[in-house]
């Protein structure tokens, strides 16, 4: 089981994290606004994190840290 955390002030609401995550827990907070204006990622399952960390690799601002 993994924990998966997020820098969501970093979060520019790409997407690629949401789209690599191979369990589908990951989605866009639509609720919620980040100082930058947008919309910052949320794990809505963390239960079923796996801690692949293919969310974190795919991140280009490095927004994403999961431990094992």
């Known amino acids: 089981?993994?924990?998966v955390?997020?820098?969501e002030e970093l979060c520019k609401s790409c997407g690629l994290c949401v789209n690599a995550c191979p369990v589908k827990i990951l989605a866009l907070d639509k609720e919620r606004?980040?100082?930058k204006g947008y919309h910052p990622v949320a794990?809505?399952?963390p239960e079923k994190c796996t801690g692949c960390a293919s969310c974190a690799r795919m991140c280009p601002?490095?927004?994403?840290?999961?431990?094992r």
């Open 43 to 45: 794990c809505v399952a």
């Open 61 to 67: 601002d490095v927004v994403i840290t999961v431990e």
């Open 33 to 35: 606004i980040n100082a």
């Open 5 to 7: 955390t997020f820098k």
């Open 1 to 3: 089981m993994g924990k």
